[in-house]
C-alpha cells in the first residue's frame, strides 16, 4: 500500500471528497500510517484529542463510558473518519475507540490538520460543509421526533 | 584609564619603544650612506673622478681612520687595506654595495615593523581587556543604562584602529622624523638653496594640509557616534520585533532605519569630498617639487656650484622624502582621529562612578562566614524620580536566622532583599553584617558568602553543568591538565605582558574540598541532588536520554548501556514486542531507518557524512558508482522531487508543514521544480552533474514505512546491504575514517544519542503507540540496572544555549536557584526565584529550602504571611515601610523598645508609624 492507495481511501471520505487531489497526497503525506491489533484502544473518552484517523482496513466500534455502564455506539470500517470532532472543537474525546480486528488507519496530527486548513479555504470550505450537512441532518432527525 | 592615549601607552610600553627607538637610530647611519652613494656612483665610477689624473685603478672598500687632533693627529691608520679596482670594478663594487645598503635598510624595516606590530597587538589586548575589567565596576545603576550590543562593540570593532595606532604612536614619527631628517640634512649638505626649496614645500605641506584634515575629522566623528547609535538601534529592533510585529510597525522602523543610513550615507559622501581635496593638494606640492630641483638644481650645475652627482644623488634623496612626510601626515591625521575615538570609548567607560577595585581585590577564599548581628541603620532607597522605594528601615537581627519580607503589592521588600544582596547599592544608611560594613565587603566574600536568586535567571551558553556550577569557579585552584610545556609558558608570559590574567579558563576552578566533596563525580550527584529537590531531576534525565555518551568519560555507563540492549530485547520479546524494534543488523538492511543511515550504517562524527555532505563524499559516491547504486538512488531522488514538488506547491515558504515534512527545503522549491521538469521531459540525460548531486541529496533521507513512496523493494534493500560492507572496507585508512562512528552491537557509539544506543535499533513505524510502549520498556530496563544516575548526568552536558534558551522558563529558573543552592551560601536571599513554578510546587519548595536552611540565613520576598510560618523573622511593608511582626527585636534599638521574647508576635502600632512618619512632614515644611 503506498501514498496513493491512500489518497484513494481519503477520497472516499464525504469529509474531503471535493478536495483537490494535491492536497489530499498532502494531508496522507503529512499523516502517518499505523496498524492496531484486535482490542488495542485508538483513544479512550477523556483523552486529550490529538489526531483524528481514516481506516483504511479492518473494523473497529465506539462506546460509551455511561454511568450507567459501557454502550456501543457505532461501528467503523473502510474508509470512516473517526475522532475529528474532538480535534475541530478542542475538546476532550467524547467516546473510546476499540479496534476490533487488525487495522490499517491513517492518523492526521491535529496541528498538522489545522495547519493545513489554515493554509487552504478549500479544505476548510469542505469540512465546514460537511459539518452542516451533519447539523442539518440531526435537525431534520429532531424534527421528525418533535412531529 | 588613562585621558590621554600617549600617556596610556607609554606608560605600558616604555621599554619595548625605547628598544625599537634604539634599532631606529641604529639605521640611520646605513640610510644616510645609501643616500650618500649615488653620489660616488655618479661622480666616481660612471663619471670617472676617480680616476681623474691619470689613474688607471683606484682603491674601494677601504677602512681606516684618521686620528683626530685631539689625541696629537698623526697619519691615517688604515684597517683594511681595500680592493684596487678599474672604472668598472669600482662601479659594480658600489653598486653591490649600495644593493647591500638597501637590504640592510629592508631589514632594519622589517624588524621594527614587527617589532612594532607586536607592541599595538600587546596594548590592543590591554586595552580590550581593561575595557572589558571595567565593565566589572559598573555600578548596577549604570548597568541599566548600558546597552549590551554598544559595549561589545566598542570592544571588539571600535578598539580596533586604535591597536593598529598604537605600535605606531611613538615609533612612527621618530622612524618617519628621523628619516626624512636625515634625507634633508642630506639635501642640505649637497645645495643649501636646494634644501630651502624642499624644507618650504614641506612646509607647506605640514601647516596647510593638518587643518584641512581637521574638519574632515570633524565629519569622521560624527559618523562614529551615528553609525554606533545605528548599530544600537538596529539591535533594539530585532530584540524588541515581536511588538513590531504586533503593532505593525515595520514601516516606521523602516522609515527610521532609512532616515539614519541617509544622514549615514551624507556624513560619508562629505569626508569623501574633503579627503580628495586634501589628497589633490598633497599630489600637486609634491609634484611640483621635482620642477625646482631640474630647473633650479640644472641651473647650478650648469654654473658648475653643483656636481651631477650631487644633483642626481639630491634628486633621489627627495624622491625619498615625500613618502615619509605623507605618512607623517598621516601619522598626525591619525593621531587625532584615533585620540577622538579613544576619548569616546573612555567617555563611554567613564561612568559617574565606579564601584571602588578594593571590592575585587584578592581576599581568601575561606573568608570568614557571614554570621553575628544584622544591623540595618535609617535605610533608605529612592527611585529614580526620587520617591522612596524604602524607608524608615532600622533592624538589628543576629544571624543566622530565616527572614521573611511581605510586602502590600508594592516593590519595598524585593528593593530591600536587592540591597542585602549588594544588588542595589544606590542607599543612604548604614547596613553591616558581624560589624563589617556591607558596601565594603570584598565580592570574594559576598559572592560565595552570599547569594541571591532574583526572578530573571540569566543563563550563559554552555552545558547545564558548566551553568550550575558557576557559582563556584572562584578563583583556580590548580592549573589545568594543559601542564606547563613551552606553548603555556608564553601563554602566560605574554598575559603578564599585557595585564592579562595569568590563569586559563582550562585550570582547575572548582574546589571540591572546601565543598567537601571528593571530586567531579560527587559533585554531579550533588547537582543532581539539588536539581531533584527543584523538581527537575526528570528533566535532565530526558536530556541525558538524547544526549551523547563518551566511552572514555562515562567508561561504566558505556558498558551498562550495552548491556541494557541486550536486556531490552530479551524483555520485548517476552512480551511479544518484538516487532517494535527493528535492530541494528551489519547483514540486514533496517526498514525503519533512512537509506543513509543504512548506507553507513555508523553515526556520522564531523560534518563529512552529515546531512547533504554525504552526498557529495568522494568516497560514498565511488561506493555507489561500484555498486551501481548512483542512477538508481538518482531515479528515486527524481521521483521523491517529482511528489515534493506536487503535494508541497502552493504552500508559503517557512510554512511548519515544510520544516517537518518536506524533504526539501522551501527556499529551494524552485530549484526542484526546475529539475523535475528537466527530469520528466528527459530523464537522466536532462540533467546535469549538480542536479544529480542534488537529486542524490533526497532519497538518502528516505524512509520506506514512513514516507510510503513504494520506491524500496527487497532487491534494492540487498544491493544497499552490499554497499554497506564496500563502505566499511574502503573506509578504513582514509581521512574520513575519524568522521564516522561505526555501530557495533558490542560497543557504545559516542556520535549518536543515549536512547539510540540502548535501543540499538529503530522504532517501527507505522504501529499505533510504538514509540510510548518501547519507551516504558526502556525505563523499566534503566531502572533495572540502575542506570538513572548516570544517564541524568550525561544530562548535565546538555546544551542550554544563549540565555539558556532552549530550556523552558521553569528549567531556567531552576538552574539559577541550583545554582544559588550548590554554592552553600551562608544568606540565601530569594527574591522571586519561585515564581515561575506552580503554587503548589513552589510551597513545597519554600519549605524545603526553609527546612535546609535552619542555622543558616535566608531572607525570602513572599507574596503573604501564610507562607512565611516556618521563618524566624516577619518584616511587614506599608508601602515602603518595613515594620518587624515577629521575632526578636534589636536589642537595643532606638526609642527603646526593646522587644526581647523571641517569636512574640508585635503588633505594629499606629502611633509608632506616626512617630516615624512626622519628622518627614516637618523636614518638608520648614
Redesign the interface.
Known sequence: ????T?VQSLRQVPMFKDIDP??L??LA??S?????APG?R?FSQGDLSDAAYVILEGRAHVMLEAPTGVIKVAELGRNDLVGEMGILSETPRSATVLADTDII?L?IDKR?FL??LG??PQMSIAVMRELAKRLERTNAQLAGRAS | MEKSLFRYIWRHTRREQLVIFAAVLASLPFYFWSLDLPKRIVNEAIQGGAFKDGRATATFLEIGATPPALFGGGPRVTFFEGFTVGQLGLLFGLSTLFLVLVLVNGAFKYWINVAKGALGERMLRRMRFDLFSLTFRFPPETLRTVKASETATIIKDEVEPIGGFIGDAFIQPMFLGTQAATAMLFILLQNVWLGIIAASIVGIQFVVIPRLRRVQLRLGKERQIASRKLAGRVGEIVDGMEAVHVHDATAWEKAEIGERLFHLFDLRFRIYKWKFAVKFLNNLLAQITPFFFYSVGGYFALKGKLDIGQLVAVIAAYRELPPPLKELIDWDQQRLDVQIKYDQITQQFAPERLIPEEVFAGAEADAEPLRGPLVVKDLRVMDSHGSPLVEGASFAWDLPARIALVGDGGGGPSVLARVLARRIDDFTGQISIGGRDLRRLPEAVTGRRLTYAGVDPILFPGTLRDNLVYGLRHRPVRPGAAGDDAEQRRRRLEASRTGNPEASPDDEWIDYAALGLEGADELDHRLLEELALVGMRDDVYRFGLSGRVDPARYPHLAEKLVEARGLLRAKLADRDMRQLVEPFDPARYNNQATIGENLLFGASVGGAFAGRARAVNPLVRRVLDAEDLTDELVRMGGDIAQTMTEIFRGLPPGHPLFEQFSFIAADDLPEYEDIVRRWATRRASGLTREDRNRLLVLPLDYVEPRHRLGLIDDVLKARIVEARMRFRRELRGTLWEQEVELYDAERVCGAAPLRDNLLFGRVAHGIADARERVTKVAGEVISELGMRDDIARVGLDFQVGPGGRLLTAQQRASVALVRCLVKQPDILVLDGALASYGDAQAASLLATITEAYRGRSLVAVLRDEAQAADFDILVRFTGPRPQQVRGPLAPAAEGGEAGVGAGTVQQPLRDSDKATTEPEFERQTP
Not at chain 1, 1 to 4: E, F, G, I, S, Y
Not at chain 1, 32 to 36: D, G, H, K
Open positions: 500500500m503506498t501514498l496513493d491512500e494535491a492536497r497526497k498532502l503525506f503529512t502517518e500510517r499505523v496498524t492496531f488495542q485508538f488507519a492518523r498538522v495547519e493545513l493554509q487552504f
